[in-house]
């Protein structure tokens, strides 16, 4: 689900659980739960083994977390008309409590060299990215299989999982396709 599938569940849960409270019905309730379920399974179960089977590969400071192809599809339409090829694969990466150093280059290129392909890695953050893979994306870019711009995904971050207001001056998000 990622990030994203996660914020976007959040504020279907709060839109369906509002809508319960003045149509009685089943439909909103049901939808309430479902999304609620949802919602917590990304932080008890999904982030978790994100970060564990990332360790295993050999991930440092990066976690990828695998997303449905329907998320990857709504990644795809945020993009803002980015042009970016499907992919049957789709991770989005993250980069949980990075503290700076040489770790986060040399993860971001053991993914180029040797995850699966074919596959479209997302990611937004406002961490800085080494100038090596900057200028990975850059002739990435060029080809149409990668963007890099400024500013965050369209939909609204869950309360408390927002940047701050520093952050928002830095926040870049992006597409890779390795294929």
Known sequence: MGTLGRDA????????????LFWAGVIPVV?????????????LVE???????????GLETVALVPLSPLIAWLYLL?????????????????VPGYTGGAALER???????TFPRPAVYFWETSVPLP???????????????AYWVKGAFPVPKVF????????KEHVRRGVMVLD
């Open 131 to 145: 100038a090596s893979v900057r200028q990975l994306i850059r002739e990435m870019e060029r080809s149409g299989r």
């Open 78 to 94: 945020l993009a803002g008309g980015k042009k970016i090829a499907r992919q049957k694969r789709a991770y989005e990466i993250h």
């Open 160 to 167: 408390g999982k927002g940047y701050s207001r520093r952050e």
């Open 47 to 57: 982030r978790r083994q994100a970060i564990k089977k990332s360790r295993a590969k």
């Open 31 to 43: 939808g309430s739960v479902v999304f609620a379920l949802l919602f917590f399974y990304h932080f």
């Open 107 to 113: 993860d971001l290129k053991l993914i180029y060299e």
């Open 9 to 20: 569940v959040f504020w279907l849960f709060l839109v369906s659980a509002f809508t319960s």
